[in-house]
């Protein structure tokens, strides 16, 4: 990919060419103009000659895919970072393998403070069970860490990291031999996580942010919240994100909201919601995912957080605040409980002015043919999560381990929300699953679930105009004129329209048909690779040597 040499400006028109710009505005377009930060026109290579002598720089594609931008709609920015420059164990295979990352992390750390480590999963191991308090101690010498599930809903911890946190074996969650969950587990999050310098903080969440860009991830979504990390990481994120080039950070506050002057103070603080991990329940594979039959491997059916009159007064003061309202909801009763609390607040304010607020829900993974339809009803936006299923599917999958293969084959059931209507986001919930997106839509495509796929065309949508819709915008995520200049400039094989299976009409995979294509997603394929990634037409990642 080579390009002039004209002088940077901050709105300079930009015309590229030579390549493949996938737009519904002309499936065929080779060409697109960008001006002041939008999409000018997107058109043919014979019709780009007119614009190539009045702008102030003219991009030779070489033969490069042009797409949107994609939009990561689950985000924890910090802990990405933290993830990305820290102890990450997600490619731990064994107990002992996990114990040997420990030990070689906290040799090689500076004494004194708390290390930080994330991605172990227990399930996967041939152990099956996590670390023991008396093996962390050993392996870490002593010092304080603070080891979360790859959920990031329970944790292993040193007896160094519990002796900062006063009575902590008195709250819920607390177990001696086990992970800690509930309150005991977000005690010892927040004492971990305060034990972070501000400097440190600002360093991962510019390692998040730039790994994000080299991905062609224009926009993401901040799920944060006062039981996920505090405030001054939500606003300093939010600050950081404006003061450099970089992906456009849009941000959930995780607190219920029960009047005007809540939504007013986390309207201040930068939100654009109350909403995000707002938990109604916790995870499968932590044994916290609220069910309405107990799992199939422990004699409980999880935990509950919110009510479903809890979840109506919190919609309902939302949507009176003018402000989004979601929640966190994993398990079918808490998908239920969400379902019974935005329709009484329906009922209440009215469904057209609740289905205008598009309030969300997260993860979103048990459904059923009834509340997939009350989400549709409601105007409720599923976020939802690709490459769990990717990672817990299957019939040999923890989904089987924890519910019965018979219920793991419900969950996530995509294909079926798109058929009833109901708009999907597509996020990775990073660091639980890595920033990925060709690979989120691929999993998406190829679904362990066979009846649950979508096209990758669908996929590709979902995760990026689907992202700008879940934050109540209709004009980005495409390249069409007049739409947001967020795009990426990709090195890739040939363009396919891909469908999930056969059934899917033959006239639209006719190169007739005027559907454009996208990369091959098959499993095993190269994805492609990001050369440029540019926001609201400025820049934000180019690759070296291109």
């Given amino acids: 990919m080579t390009e002039s ?11 590229l060419r030579g390549g493949d710009v996938h737009s519904p505005a002309d499936p065929f377009a080779t060409a697109m103009v960008v001006e002041r930060g939008h999409v000018a026109w997107v058109g043919s290579e014979g019709a780009a000659d007119a614009f190539a002598g009045g702008v102030d720089e003219v991009i030779d594609l070489e033969g490069a895919l042009v797409t ?22 997600s490619a731990a295979r064994s107990l002992a393998e996990a114990l040997r990352g420990v030990r070689a992390y906290a040799d090689a750390q500076p004494s004194g403070g708390v290390i930080l480590g994330h991605g172990w999963d227990a399930a996967r191991w041939p152990e099956h069970r996590p670390p023991s308090r008396a093996e962390l101690d050993e392996a870490a010498g002593g010092r304080a860490l603070y080891l979360p599930r790859v959920d990031v809903h329970s944790a292993v911890v040193t007896t160094a990291l519990l002796d900062l946190v006063p009575g902590v074996t008195a709250l819920a969650g607390y177990h001696p031999d086990a992970p800690l969950t509930g309150d005991a587990h977000h005690a010892v999050r927040a004492a971990a996580h305060q034990a972070v310098t501000p400097r440190q903080r600002a360093l991962a969440q510019q390692a998040a942010l730039a790994h994000a860009a080299s991905l062609g991830i224009g926009t993401l979504h901040e799920c944060g919240g006062p039981d996920i990390s505090d405030e001054e990481d939500f606003t300093g994120l939010l600050r950081l994100a404006t003061e450099q080039p970089g992906p456009r950070v849009l941000g959930y506050w995780a607190e219920r909201v029960h009047g005007a002057e809540d939504a007013r103070r986390i309207r201040g603080m930068g939100a654009i919601g109350a909403a995000g991990d707002l938990f109604v329940d916790g995870s499968l594979g932590s044994h916290t995912a609220l069910l309405h039959e107990p799992y199939a491997d422990a004699p409980h059916t999880g935990t509950g ?19 989004q309202a979601g929640f966190h909801a994993i398990g079918d009763a808490a998908v239920s409980a969400v379902v019974e609390g935005v329709r009484t607040a329906s009922e209440t304010l009215g469904l057209a002015r609740v289905r205008a607020a598009r309030h969300r829900v997260e993860h979103a993974e048990m459904l059923t043919p009834e509340t997939i339809a009350a989400f549709a009803e409601l105007g409720l936006t599923a976020s939802v999560q690709p490459a769990f299923d990717a990672a817990w599917g299957g019939p040999d999958g923890m989904y089987a381990r924890r519910l019965g293969a018979e219920r793991a084959a419900t969950l996530n059931p995509y294909a079926a929300l798109l058929r009833a209507g109901v708009p999907l986001a597509f996020g990775s919930d990073s660091p639980v699953t890595p920033l990925d997106p060709w690979g989120t839509v691929r999993a998406a495509a190829h679904h362990r679930t066979p009846e649950h796929r979508v096209s990758v065309r669908a996929g590709f949508t979902a995760h990026t105009r689907g992202g700008w819709r879940a934050v109540g915008r209709d004009d980005g995520g495409v390249l069409v004129p007049g739409a947001p200049a967020d795009y990426v400039v990709w090195r890739t094989g040939d363009l396919l329209v891909q469908a999930p299976d056969d059934r899917v009409a033959r006239w639209s995979t006719d190169p007739r048909s005027g559907t454009p294509g996208l990369p091959d997603l098959t499993p095993g394929a190269a994805l492609p690779v990001c050369l440029r990634t540019v ?12």
Avoid at 5 to 15: F, I, W, Y
Avoid at 308 to 318: D, G
């Fill in 5 to 15: 040499t004209a002088p940077k400006s901050e709105h300079r028109t930009v015309l």
């Fill in 68 to 89: 949107p931008a994609f939009t990561d709609s689950h985000v924890h920015v910090t802990s990405t970072g933290l993830a990305l420059t820290g102890l990450d164990l």
């Fill in 305 to 323: 957080r919110l009510d479903a009159a809890q979840i109506a007064a919190h919609v309902t003061a939302c949507t009176e605040a003018g402000l």
């Fill in 535 to 546: 926001v609201l037409g400025q820049t934000v990642y180019l690759r070296p040597n291109e």
